[in-house]
């Protein structure tokens, strides 16, 4: 594993690829937050901890992160992060949800979509993308594909979002109960307080 110490501080509790994308800031309760993906490098290293790629296209990809291209894709990869939090947190909030706050996610849809190809093993017939070599997309691609899986299972209800932080995380707890993106980042700090100030 290749070391960045950025990266591996997030705690991967979305139970959804596409959540754990969302969650890679401190934090969208506070406008002061850490971004944990600053550069091409930085979010080229996530998807190398959560399998999207390899360590060879990893290594393609970081020869290439000091590029104008590069920033421009990091800035697409922003915008959509924005915009799946801002779509996401309506749904598990039970807000409404507009044409205006899924445009920008059929946008992507409409720009990788084309990519995926079924691909013919053995044993198994699996999903593929068919980006030119060393393409940035790749990096987004299995995470576009993630959400729009997500949003038509229309589970709306074990959708939920970190009162503390604000992170989003499928509920898969079997009373529903869950409340905290995790008991090490949010749930144990909160129940410390608490117990502060039960016993000051």
């Known amino acids: 594993m290749v070391k960045n110490n950025l990266t591996d501080e997030i705690i991967l509790c979305g139970g959804s690829l596409c959540l754990d994308f969302v969650n890679t800031v401190s934090t969208w309760t506070e406008e002061s937050k850490k971004d944990y993906v600053e550069t091409l490098n930085d979010l080229a290293h996530w998807c190398l901890r959560t399998d999207i790629i390899e360590k060879k296209e990893y290594k393609r990809l970081s020869a290439r992160a000091e590029t104008d291209e590069a920033n421009l894709f990091l800035e697409e990869v922003k915008a959509f ?46 999903r593929e993308w068919k980006f030119p070599k060393a393409d940035f997309r790749i990096l987004l691609a299995p995470i576009v594909y993630d959400a729009y899986e997500l949003l038509l299972k229309n589970e709306s209800d074990k959708l939920k979002s970190c009162p503390k932080c604000g992170w989003l995380f499928i509920d898969t707890t079997k009373n529903g109960k869950r409340k905290w993106c995790s008991m090490q980042m949010c749930g144990s700090s909160v129940k410390a307080l608490e117990w502060y100030h039960r016993n000051k």
């Open 81 to 126: 992060r924005q915009a799946l939090y801002t779509l996401l947190s309506r749904r598990s909030n039970h807000k409404k949800i507009s044409s205006s706050h899924v445009s920008f996610l059929n946008t992507m849809l409409q720009n990788y979509m084309p990519y995926i190809v079924l691909e013919s093993y053995p044993d198994v017939i699996k």
